[in-house]
């Protein structure tokens, strides 16, 4: 099950034509979210290195960008949930900025006194920013509780755009 949850996220959702945005969200959204939290939490099990945190970076944004696509569908509920997305793709952008300064540096700077300095400048900030990513993710973003709130939100406050809530 989270093998299939994790590839919905990775790749895509087939919606039910038959159904509208607001049904076919409350259908498949909270599955989304739920191969999202997998997805980063089975990572994170695996103690990875900063560059490989760019995944999560990269499923952040998938998420936040679908998400987004569905904001006539909801209320003000929503907004917040994007925001902690944003939250978590800025930190762990930062983490990959690091990184691949660290590569751009590094081939620039082969032959430089100072290339060995940079390097370990650029390793250290990626790794103290991963360490914040980690502690954000677990502290606020996967707190116990808040994937129910994010299931239970996409799951029953989806509405048909122009539709009182």
Not at 52 to 80: I, M, N, S
Not at 99 to 116: C, D, E, F, N, W
Request: with cysteine; glycine share 6%.
């Amino acid at each position: 099950m989270v093998e299939e949850l994790k590839a919905a996220l990775m790749h895509h959702i087939e919606w039910d034509e038959r159904l509208g945005a607001a049904a076919n969200a409350r259908h498949k959204l909270p599955a989304l979210v739920t191969g999202y939290f997998a997805h980063v939490r089975d990572l994170l099990s695996k103690d990875p290195p900063p560059p490989k945190l760019h995944r999560l970076r990269l499923a952040t944004k998938r998420l936040r960008y679908t998400l987004e696509l569905f904001r006539p569908c909801y209320g003000p509920g929503l907004e917040t949930r994007i925001a902690e997305l944003r939250r978590v793709q800025q930190l762990l952008g930062e983490v990959n900025d690091s990184v691949a300064g660290g590569r751009i540096l590094s081939k620039a700077m082969k032959s430089s006194p100072q290339h060995t300095r940079v390097q370990k400048f650029l390793d250290h900030r990626a790794a103290q920013t991963a360490r914040e990513f980690r502690k954000h993710w677990t502290a606020v973003f996967d707190a116990p509780g808040r994937e129910r709130w994010w299931t239970g939100y996409l799951g029953r406050q989806a509405r048909t755009p122009g539709r009182a809530r």
